[in-house]
């Protein structure tokens, strides 16, 4: 276990260690990172408590407490531990852990530790927890990125830990994928899937399509977005993939005049400047095209972007477009922002519908959130509607479309000059 001399001596069982004031900044984590081999986890703690507690009784109450903080993990410390100064208030934990399991059981105990002050203002642990299956020479950074990471999930959540798995092998595949896919669409080789949205009445009619963006994989076949998204997404690289999708789009609309087309933007495209004007440009030189087009936004996305949502939301709705909020019921809308939002339609998240059919729970729910939509005169449509009982419940709900395997698959549209899988499954 490396500390700063101020902890001199801190070693052997937890109640022989003598603690100090001081830890020793990341340099006492690299002696860690050459002693512990196999599974381990990194923990990153800080106080959720600092910012109040400097605001009521001052800066040197916020420290005191994360120097309190900060000696109570040093005593809580299992053997081969490794704590040491991270940044700022966060301090770092590098421990053996054999599983995720394990990892969070320490990160558990470690919470309690900082959590054990007899006196003085809550300390409210936050924590961050990276785990490895085998902890490799010059993983330093990138488990340290990926504990930082949880924390900010810990702190943005609420939650008191949050987890994050690292493995070498995954994490090069993700990376291999998200740059297949940048380079597919830099090189024209992106495509779009279409998914009907149908009414809920017997007529079944198309409602609409959703654009789900498709990219030519390692094999040449479509790869769908949920292999590369998520790692673009982690990255903050998503603005290329959105333009991409919102380009092909307008090319759809444009073959057919009697379809009305849907298209997601991430969060991090809503506050840059590439897809707003991309959008604005394509509306300009198509305006009947704008106006049957729908962007959907997901609830996490536009609560933490509400600034730059707002007037990019002005800016879809000057060019005749209609909003889409996807994922309904899964996120943190408050009704102040359906108010001042005044999304066109609702897609309620697939999560309260399947199953719908014998679940009294997920029926209250989906009738309540369609009661609101209603108020505020939305639009609703059901995500992942797979059975014909999950319909039946869904149409007795009140529900105005659906969109799910049921109803069809998203069809593939090839972008480029081979169309011999045009209309496949997507």
Request: glycine residues 10%; charged residues 25%.
């Amino acid at each position: 276990m490396v500390l700063n001399a101020a902890l001199g001596g801190v070693g052997g069982a937890k109640g022989a260690r003598r603690v100090g004031a001081v830890v020793p900044g990341r340099d006492g984590l690299k002696v860690g990172f050459g002693r512990i081999a196999g599974p381990a986890a990194l923990i990153v703690a800080t106080a959720g408590a600092l910012g109040g507690v400097n605001r009521i009784y001052g800066h040197e109450a916020g420290d005191r407490l994360i120097a309190d903080a900060a000696a109570r993990l040093a005593h809580a410390l299992p053997p081969r531990g490794c704590l040491a100064k991270l940044s700022g208030a966060k301090y770092a934990v590098l421990v053996p852990a054999a599983s995720p399991e394990a990892a969070h059981d320490l990160a558990r105990d470690l919470a309690d530790a900082m959590a054990a002050a007899l006196s003085g203002p809550s300390v409210d642990p936050r924590l961050g927890l990276a785990w490895t299956p085998s902890l490799q020479p010059g993983q330093e950074e990138a488990l340290i990125a990926a504990a930082l990471g949880a924390l900010d999930r810990a702190k943005a959540d609420g939650a008191e830990i949050e987890i994050s798995l690292l493995d070498d092998e995954a994490e090069r595949d993700a990376l291999g994928r998200a740059r297949r896919a940048l380079d597919a669409i830099r090189t024209g080789g992106a495509s779009i899937a279409l998914q009907p949205v149908v009414a809920a009445d017997a007529s079944k009619r198309i409602l609409f399509r959703e654009a789900l963006i498709r990219v030519s994989g390692s094999s040449g076949a479509a790869m769908p977005a949920q292999d590369f998204m998520p790692e673009l997404e982690r990255l903050g690289m998503t603005e290329e993939v959105d333009v991409a999708a919102l380009s092909l789009a307008f090319d759809a609309l444009a073959r057919d005049p009697s379809t009305r087309v849907s298209v997601n933007l991430s969060g991090a495209a809503m506050t840059r400047r590439k897809w707003p004007e991309a959008f604005a440009a394509f509306a300009a030189a198509a305006p009947d095209c704008a106006a049957r087009l729908i962007v959907e936004v997901t609830e996490e996305a536009a609560i933490a972007r509400a600034g730059a949502a707002s007037s990019l939301f002005a800016l879809i709705r000057k060019h005749g477009a209609a909003l889409a909020l996807d994922d309904f019921g899964a996120g943190r809308t408050s009704f102040r922002h359906l108010r001042d939002f005044r999304f066109d339609l609702v897609k309620i998240d697939g999560g309260f519908i399947r199953g719908i059919d014998s679940s009294a729970d997920n029926q209250m729910l989906v009738s309540a959130l369609v009661a609101i939509a209603r108020q505020f005169d939305m639009m609703v449509v059901a995500e992942f509607v797979e059975t014909a009982a999950e319909a039946r419940t869904l149409r007795g709900i009140g529900i105005d479309g659906f969109q799910g395997f049921f109803f069809g698959r998203p069809a593939l549209v090839w972008s480029g000059p081979d169309s011999a899988e045009r209309g496949a499954a997507g």
